[in-house]
């Protein structure tokens, strides 16, 4: 397992891992376009990806400009192998070394997304967009949470 930055070759890899989701399916496959994916991963923010024998197995991307987390995806065959967790503290260490803007996402009720977000220490903050959770990690939550305990 290797996690390295996106690169704009990888999107056809990322739009594979996007479309084999078991949850938050696009309702539309259309909305999400190798054009948006290029403009999050270089002009809006940054991506990860993690590689299994060469192939992308799954995605992170952060952006700077809403500051919310656009993605984050593992290929129902690969979950539970600690990929999500390390794409998320990955994206999530780049973020608040370029800002300290609390940042934020939406994911569908109910879902192992759900349980990960909580479990990852993100706040429940409301809902979004059509009922999702709004959840939100401010800088100081990220930074005390990486702080060993005494």
């Known amino acids: ?6 690169r704009l070759s990888d999107i056809p890899q990322i739009q594979i891992v996007r479309h084999a989701v078991k949850e938050n399916v696009l309702s539309n496959p259309a909305l999400v376009t190798d054009a948006d994916c290029a403009r999050y991963i270089t002009e809006r923010g940054r991506g990860w990806v993690c590689e299994v024998d060469g192939l992308v197995v799954g995605f992170a991307i952060a952006d700077l400009v809403d500051h919310n987390i656009w993605a984050l995806f593992v290929q129902p065959e690969h979950e539970a192998r600690g990929i999500g967790k390390a794409l998320h503290d990955t994206m999530l260490d780049w973020y ?5 803007e609390t940042v934020w ?3 569908a009720p109910g879902t192992r997304a759900e349980a990960f977000y909580r479990q990852a220490g ?4 409301g809902t ?17 949470r990486k702080q060993p305990t005494s």
């Open 96 to 100: 608040f070394t370029q800002t300290h």
């Open 128 to 144: 979004v967009g059509k009922g999702e959770v709004k959840f939100e990690m401010p800088f100081e939550n990220w930074i005390n």
């Open 1 to 6: 397992m290797q996690i390295r930055e996106a």
């Open 122 to 125: 993100w706040t429940a903050v």
């Open 105 to 107: 996402l939406g994911t």
